[in-house]
């Protein structure tokens, strides 16, 4: 079975969702990606803007002049900064991408044990990334904590400083009386 890591190299944020390509999927399911493409078309209403969409020309381009992709064959510490654009993608088909929803429906559409065990191995991969980024999201609520108390302590201490000057102002104040030359009666 593939490495969650392996999955989770072929996740993409793309309109604020977490996603993965057909292309992606449909290696993962061992299947064509026009084979996988004919069974959503066959189940579209399974799959409904939420759990997939197909990206624009821009946004296709885009990610694949950016991404780091490894391929499968490849010792997994080895990447291409730049992915192949498949010619099939190169303008009439743009890629379609799933959400988490969209990959658990084609558990309904897939059957083959192939594509049972990858999805199991797909949905611990993006359960993986959410507790990756909560613990994310925990570790910026701390460090908040922190800066706060940090804060609050540099009151305490700026506090602190000025009763001391006060103090010593005081105690300059009453020596000065003390010392001072006295006037008047004298015994």
């Known amino acids: 079975m593939i490495a969650i890591q392996s999955i989770q190299n072929r996740i993409y944020e793309i309109r604020g969702e977490r996603v993965m390509l057909d292309m992606d999927l449909a290696a993962l399911y061992e299947v064509e ?7 959503i078309k066959r189940n579209i209403k399974r799959f409904p803007e939420d759990f997939m969409f197909q990206l624009s020309a821009t946004e296709w381009q885009n990610m694949s002049s950016r ?4 391929y499968p064959g490849n ?7 730049m992915m192949d654009l498949p010619k099939n ?13 969209g990959v658990a429906m084609l558990s309904g559409i897939l059957n083959s044990d192939t594509a049972i065990n990858m999805n199991i191995a797909i949905m611990r991969a993006f359960v993986a990334i959410r507790k990756l980024t909560l613990n994310q999201m925990d570790l910026k609520e ?3 904590e922190i800066k706060e108390r940090l804060g609050e302590h540099d009151v305490q201490l700026n506090q602190i400083y000025d009763a001391m000057e006060n103090l010593m102002d005081e105690k300059i104040a009453q020596k000065k009386w003390d010392d001072r030359e006295r006037i008047g009666f004298k015994k």
């Open 142 to 144: 701390q460090l908040q």
């Open 33 to 39: 990606t026009r084979v996988l493409n004919q069974s």
């Open 67 to 70: 991404n780091v992709t490894t």
């Open 89 to 101: 993608r190169a303008g009439k088909y743009l890629p379609y991408a799933f959400t988490e929803q």
């Open 75 to 81: 010792n997994p510490s080895s990447q291409f900064v």
